[in-house]
């Protein structure tokens, strides 16, 4: 084997050398030479003479007129396709220093037809040894060709072959030695200058890491165990799955190490990815929160709803197939549905890879047999052997005894070391430490909670902590009732009473910087960018340790509570409430552990965490996280009974939340109870008058609309609006504006469709004079009242009115999602509207593209709901008339179905959905379902709304469509024609 020093072919100084031969090439005339001896005396001064030599010396004679040209010369990069990050880097160099014509030629792929002379360089690395391992299919070799390897990484090698190392160097170092290596072989020259690597082109050299990454530093207290890595690199490279991404999970018991085995295989083969992004996952709202992280990073743009963001970050990995998403601490317990599974969030027909780390060991259906590693504690023997050499402690008996007591759990033992290494004691110290513990940790013990030999390690250093800096352990007992990411390091706050020495850490900076810093040093805590994060297991040490929990759990609700916005709905606001979210949920799960003191008399953080709760709620229904938002308010309402009274208005206020959330799940019937209980208990104690009743009338009023059950509807708007006036509140509050909104969807609904016109133009009116045409209030009502006109357009056949409509529509839904991100709700209500209007102007080609990606939108966010129906059924039209009447007709029946379960059979939307169906049926050729459906939905409305309704028109103009009797087709065109006149 032939080995490259790092030094060969240096026979001058390397930076003349590599200027002047960036300068004249092998193959140069007379002309470059001089143009090159002209620019190197500038830079280069005397040594530019003996260089000069030495390369005239070098260069091959000039060939006569005639003469053929020399063979061309290829080099060729072979490499796995896992290796595509380092093989791009490796043909850069070379290209960029090299006059040779470079190919990149991944294993499998046929070789090229020869051309002149070929040397082939093998990007060689640890993967590639794995697949050769795992196939012996799998084969780098080519005949006819010569070929070096280049070793990227620590992997073993042909012995026989020439090998260039790069394992280990900056890109600079790098370069050279692969340049300098082929010259030395002969088969490629010179080394490249400064400003030749591919970096400074674009390429990204995997030496420096992924191009994306949130991964802390790698712990230097990890337990190699290499085997174990490197069979997740197997299984990651084993080839996609069916859906594009390949995923591993790394199963076994708490604490053996599955968190340390994921980060470091993150950090050894992160250089191959160009994004590496760690993901908590033990809960919905974290995991959400990490992958909103991450499309930041990505350059995602914020949008109020967080599951567009989520989608549009998929959409941006499918540009870049060398990612890896680490899902860590997955729930492997969550109920289907309850929002805790990872498998949620699986980035499904994105080529990447994705490593999951949990306790649960049956991923059957999810991941193949091939992708579920279990990871087991260690040896006696490998655990003794760490502890002895992470402490530089040779005392085997100690090491031995602790590995036996800590149960060769790598999380533990590696505390252990870090302990004796920073408290500077021996091992058989601290195994006398153990010794006094364990009475209290055995006492502690129960069969499903693995965490508590990492919790004695930990609760060791926290009391040498303690014993330097008391106030430090005051921050850990506060910290232990928060999530573990994130922490506000100013969370303090002066004007709120604090236990212990927290208050004197709120008014003194020093001090506070001073704890924090004794806790980092113990590894304790983690601090960047403002946040601190503590592991969950430090907390959970903490918590067990805490005698008086009560008062820590009150500070942490009090200073959340103090700094959780007040107004939710306002949508500046919402980078604090998402920031603050995940501790919200967090002290809620400790009050829950602390049990629910029913007897004893309600405390302050009842009261106070109820208050928290129900903000918190009302935020997740702002940003549509209607799952999450569920048990919160479920919290909430039962600790504001407690701490206010069933009757109270804090409980109304919450129980009306809890009604506006049902209704955005579409569970209308327990919605209705929820809002007609929170309204009666309002105005007990506010009387029939009092402004605070508008949101509980505004609520009962839409829901009463989805019922259909106009008059009530109308008389609620009515009660609102005489309560606003009353109270001297402004015609330009948004208050009389949405009341407004309201008896206007009343009479457009009730078939007075010119009257909500005028009524949604005065509206607009209002809000351009109080607030101008570019606010967001206006665009909101100028989007609906673009759609009061797109269908009054319809019925009457007004192509103006129909393309003002389109226009105002669009108009409004470009403004707004400037502000609120394409894909917000209010900005697809409005291409709804624009939809609307290019049916009925016939341009259907156009309306199914906005409809599909509407339908989309509504489908992702809301699931099964009336809104995603009524934007489904107008696509269904739209795709009917484009001919795929198959597709819309599943369609319409799928709606038709969800109404009828939802409202009853006799519903006017049933009706709606009928109404477009009959022509579908008919263009099926079905005419008589088609009559059927068309004279069911002319029943249901005039049962409803009476035999004048503006609805009945499209109905009777079908209907005589399909009549074979003239006399019964022209007495319903004739119908059709005195509505329409009516309008």
């Not at 996952?281 to 990505?298: I, T, W």
Request: charged share 25%; net charge negative.
């Amino acid at each position: 084997m032939h080995r490259v020093p790092a030094a060969a072919g240096l026979t001058v100084g390397l930076g003349t050398y590599a200027g002047f031969a960036a300068q004249v090439p092998p193959s140069a005339g007379a002309g470059p030479l001089a143009l090159g001896l002209f620019s190197s005396l500038v830079t280069g001064g005397g040594t530019y003479l003996g260089l000069l030599h030495e390369r005239t010396r070098r260069l091959p004679p000039a060939r006569e007129p005639g003469e053929p040209a020399p063979p061309r010369r290829t080099v060729a990069v072979s490499y796995h396709p896992a290796d595509s990050a380092y093989a791009e880097w490796v043909a850069a160099a070379v290209s960029l220093a090299t006059p040779a014509h470079v190919e990149m030629r991944p294993w499998g792929s046929p070789p090229a037809a020869p051309d002149g002379e070929t040397w082939e360089l093998v990007v060689h690395s640890s993967t590639s040894e794995i697949a050769q391992r795992g196939d012996e299919s799998q084969s780098d070799g080519r005949d006819g060709a010569r070929r070096i390897e280049v070793r990227v990484d620590s992997c073993a090698g042909d012995a026989e072959a020439d090998a260039i190392d790069i394992e280990g160097m900056a890109e600079s170092a790098a370069c050279a030695v692969i340049v300098r290596g082929l010259a030395a072989l002969d088969a490629a020259a010179p080394a490249p200058g400064p400003d030749r690597r591919p970096s400074r082109h674009g390429v990204r050299f995997p030496g420096d890491g992924p191009r994306v990454s949130n991964l802390p530093p790698p712990d230097p207290g990890f337990v190699d165990r290499d085997d174990l890595t490197r069979r997740v690199r197997a299984a990651l490279t084993r080839g996609h799955a069916p859906d594009g991404a390949t995923a591993v999970a790394l199963w076994g018991l708490g604490g053996v190490g599955k968190t340390a085995l994921a980060a470091e295989y993150a950090h050894r083969y992160g250089g191959c990815y160009d994004i590496v992004w760690w993901l908590n996952a033990e809960s919905a709202v974290e995991l959400r929160h990490g992958l909103l992280g991450l499309a930041a990073a990505l350059g995602v743009r914020e949008q109020p709803d967080a599951d567009r963001v989520v989608a549009e970050l998929w959409r941006t990995l499918r540009g870049d197939d060398r990612w890896l998403l680490v899902y860590d601490n997955a729930d492997a317990d969550a109920a289907p549905g309850a929002g805790g599974s990872p498998v949620q969030h699986w980035p499904a027909g994105r080529a990447g890879h994705v490593l999951f780390t949990s306790a649960r060991s049956d991923w059957g259906g999810l991941i193949d047999p091939g992708g579920r590693v279990e990871v087991r504690p260690m040896a006696p023997a490998t655990a003794e052997r760490f502890l002895r050499e992470g402490t530089g402690d040779d005392d085997p008996e100690a090491a031995r005894e602790i590995a036996r007591v800590l149960g060769g759990l790598p999380l533990a033992l590696a505390h252990a070391a870090a302990y004796c290494r920073q408290a500077a004691v021996p091992l058989r110290t601290y195994r006398r430490l153990l010794d006094d513990s364990l009475g209290r940790v055995l006492s502690r013990f129960r069969p499903d909670d693995r965490v508590q030999p990492v919790s004695m390690t930990w609760n060791l250093l926290l009391a040498r902590a303690g014993e330097q800096l008391p106030a430090a352990l005051d921050l850990m007992r506060l910290w232990a009732m928060l999530a573990p990411v994130g922490i506000p390091r100013d969370l303090l706050d002066p004007a709120v009473p604090l236990p212990g020495g927290l208050a004197h850490l709120a008014d003194d900076l020093v001090e506070h910087d001073l704890a924090v810093q004794r806790l980092a040093r113990y590894s304790l805590v983690t601090a960047e960018a403002g946040r601190l994060h503590v592991h969950r297991l430090v907390q959970t040490a903490v918590r067990l340790d805490t005698e008086s929990a009560e008062e820590w759990l009150e500070a942490a609700v009090a200073l959340l509570d103090r700094r959780f916005p007040r107004d939710v709905a306002d949508s500046g606001r919402w980078g604090t409430c998402a920031e603050l979210l995940p501790h919200v949920l967090a002290v809620q799960a400790r009050h829950r552990e602390q049990g629910d003191g029913e007897d004893r008399p309600p405390s302050r953080t009842e009261r106070a965490l109820g208050d928290l709760l129900h903000r918190a709620g009302s935020y997740l229904i702002e940003r549509a996280g209607y799952a999450e938002a569920r048990e919160p308010l479920e919290t909430a309402l039962a600790l504001r009974e407690r701490a206010y009274g069933r009757g109270s208005p804090q409980w109304a206020e919450t129980k009306l939340r809890q009604g506006v959330l049902l209704y955005r799940l579409a569970d209308l019937a327990a919605a209705r109870t929820a809002m007609d209980t929170a309204l009666r208990v309002r105005e007990e104690t506010a009387g029939p008058d009092d402004p605070a009743l508008f949101p509980f009338l505004v609520w009962r009023c839409r829901l009463l609309i989805e019922f259909s059950e106009l008059g009530e509807a109308r008389r609620a708007a009515e009660r609102a609006r005489r309560i606003l006036e009353s109270a001297g509140v402004p015609r330009a509050d948004l208050r009389r504006v949405e009341v407004d909104d309201l008896r206007c969807t009343v009479l457009w609904r009730g078939g007075r469709v010119r009257s909500a016109l005028e009524l949604r133009r005065r509206s607009v009116a209002v809000l351009r004079e109080a607030h101008g045409d570019g606010d967001a209030r206006t665009l909101l009502g100028l989007g609906r009242l673009a759609f009061v006109e797109a269908e009054m357009g319809s019925l009457l056949d007004d192509p103006v009115m129909l393309r003002r409509a389109r226009d105002r529509a669009a108009g409004a839904a470009a403004n707004l999602a400037r502000g609120y991100g394409d894909e917000h709700f209010e900005v697809m209500e409005q291409h709804r509207a624009e939809a609307t209007a290019l049916c009925a102007l016939g341009d259907h080609a156009a309306a199914e593209r906005l409809l599909r990606r509407v339908a989309r939108a509504f489908r992702e966010s809301l699931g099964e709901h009336p809104t995603t129906v009524a934007a489904e059924t107008l696509h269904a039209t739209a795709l009917a008339r484009l001919g795929e009447t198959g597709t819309a007709d599943a369609i319409l029946r799928r709606g038709r179905e969800l109404y009828e379960r939802l409202y009853g059979p006799g519903h006017p939307y049933v009706a709606e959905v009928l109404a477009r169906h009959g022509p579908v049926l008919a263009a099926m050729g079905d005419a008589d379902a088609a009559a059927g459906a068309l004279v069911r939905a002319r029943r249901i409305y005039e049962e409803r709304y009476g035999p004048e309704h503006p609805g009945l028109i499209p109905l009777l103009t079908g209907l005589a469509e399909l009549s074979g009797r003239p006399d019964e087709a022209a007495e319903l065109r004739e119908r059709a024609d005195r509505i329409r006149r009516r309008l």
